[in-house]
């Protein structure tokens, strides 16, 4: 019988352990408030080398020739090497032709995948060819397809007579000063042998100003995961509407006192209210009322004077560069958010310089009136 005590016992302590360690990891996972989405393109994930290619289009047609000279083959490595090795071979071949700034600009490329709808575009061009069964790569002469090298000679003799095909603004036209030749248009997939040997033989027809040559990405198996996107975080903050009784006076006084020490040292519309409290001490109820006005109508979008218009550049980087070094960015950043208000800055200037004016006018009245006494 004790065995069998024993054996209880230790199921028993083993239930209440999961018991445990079950209400543990469900009070972890209410406790969290995260939610994680992905964003699936429609079409499959797309070679990061076609990406990197069209980085470099976009750079200039020259640097994304040389760049596909140096990949012709790139893609074999792919099935040797793990994908992060792959990725920074990708970005050492980009390396020889980029500095380190747009080499970068290609990995945040990379990171958003920016260039992936460039490649599913040519993708569906030669989908509505429709490409020739069985061929990891295909030339389209005038409205005659083939997968045969051989057959591109045969194809090009009697290309004029065909319909030339049309263009697009983001095909990839191998450099070459005359237009007027037959068009060759290559669907292949950058990197692989197939590639290699159809860009061997266009390339050199081209040079020799036999044919247009023209390159379009093609992928012949498309890759079986998904396409994710890059998106935005969202947080999601539920408010509480729990009816909450609080001292209105209170809350007032609270207000009042947060909005006067935020006002209290910035001059307002071009007044220095705190320069003007220390000198009418007994005005200072005044002043603080007639500041609360300004700066709730300065929050107005009303209608600017012509004259108001003129010089506001020069206006404000005057007032930046009178500015003390530790304030100058924060003013700066001040008037480039709020511009459409702190189009007055003009008027505020005028405004300050009559105050410092009418302030040192002020006392050499007192004191004139003073010296008058005695």
């Known amino acids: 019988m004790a065995p069998a005590k024993a054996t209880n016992a230790v199921q028993l302590l083993l239930g209440s352990t999961a018991l445990w360690l079950s209400q543990l990891g469900a009070e972890t996972v209410s406790a969290s408030k995260a939610v994680t989405a992905h964003l699936a393109a429609k079409w499959p994930e797309t070679p990061l080398l076609l990406e990197a290619s069209e980085f470099m289009a976009e750079e200039s047609n020259e640097k994304f020739w040389h760049f596909l000279e140096t990949v012709q083959e790139l893609a074999i490595y792919?099935?040797?090497e793990s994908d992060y090795s792959y990725y920074n071979l990708i970005l050492k071949k980009a390396g020889?032709?980029?500095d380190n700034l747009h080499i970068n600009l290609l990995k945040f490329a990379f990171s958003i995948r920016a260039y992936s709808p460039a490649i599913q575009m040519f993708q569906q061009i030669a989908a509505d060819e429709p490409p020739p069964d069985g061929c990891n790569a295909f030339v389209v002469i005038h409205k005659k397809h083939t997968c045969k090298i051989n057959e591109i000679k045969k194809l090009l003799k009697k290309a004029a007579s065909r319909t030339r095909p049309y263009?697009?603004?983001?095909?990839?036209?191998?450099?070459?000063?005359?237009?007027?030749?037959?068009?060759?248009?290559?669907?292949?997939?950058?990197?692989?042998?197939?590639?290699?040997?159809?860009?061997?033989?266009?390339?050199?027809?081209?040079?020799?100003?036999?044919?247009?040559?023209?390159l379009r990405h093609y992928i012949q198996k498309p890759s079986?995961?998904?396409?994710?996107?890059?998106?935005?975080?969202?947080?999601?903050?539920?408010?509480?509407?729990?009816?909450?009784a609080l001292d209105d006076t209170q809350v007032k006084t609270v207000t009042n006192t947060t909005v006067e020490d935020e006002t209290e040292a910035n001059e307002v519309q071009g007044f220095l209210f705190g320069k003007l409290k220390e000198l009418y001490s007994d005005l200072r109820d005044n002043l603080t009322a007639f500041q609360k006005y300004l700066i709730e109508s300065n929050k107005q979008m009303t209608p600017l004077k012509v004259w108001e218009l003129q010089d506001l550049s020069f206006q404000a980087a005057s007032q930046i560069m009178s500015t003390s070094v530790y304030d100058a960015i924060k003013l700066m950043k001040d008037i480039s958010q709020n511009f459409p208000i702190k189009a007055r800055l003009r008027m505020n200037i005028l405004i300050c310089l009559f105050q410092s004016t009418l302030i040192s006018t002020v006392k050499n009245l007192r004191s004139q009136h003073l010296y008058n006494k005695t």
Request: proline fraction near 3%.
């Open 78 to 80: 792919k099935q040797t």
């Open 96 to 98: 020889q032709f980029l």
């Open 167 to 214: 263009l697009f603004k983001g095909d990839h036209k191998f450099p070459t000063n005359k237009e007027n030749l037959p068009v060759v248009i290559l669907y292949a997939e950058m990197g692989t042998r197939a590639f290699s040997a159809f860009h061997k033989v266009l390339s050199e027809k081209a040079q020799n100003g036999e044919i247009l040559y023209v």
């Open 224 to 244: 079986s995961r998904k396409m994710y996107l890059s998106g935005y975080g969202v947080e999601l903050a539920i408010k509480s509407t729990e009816y909450k």
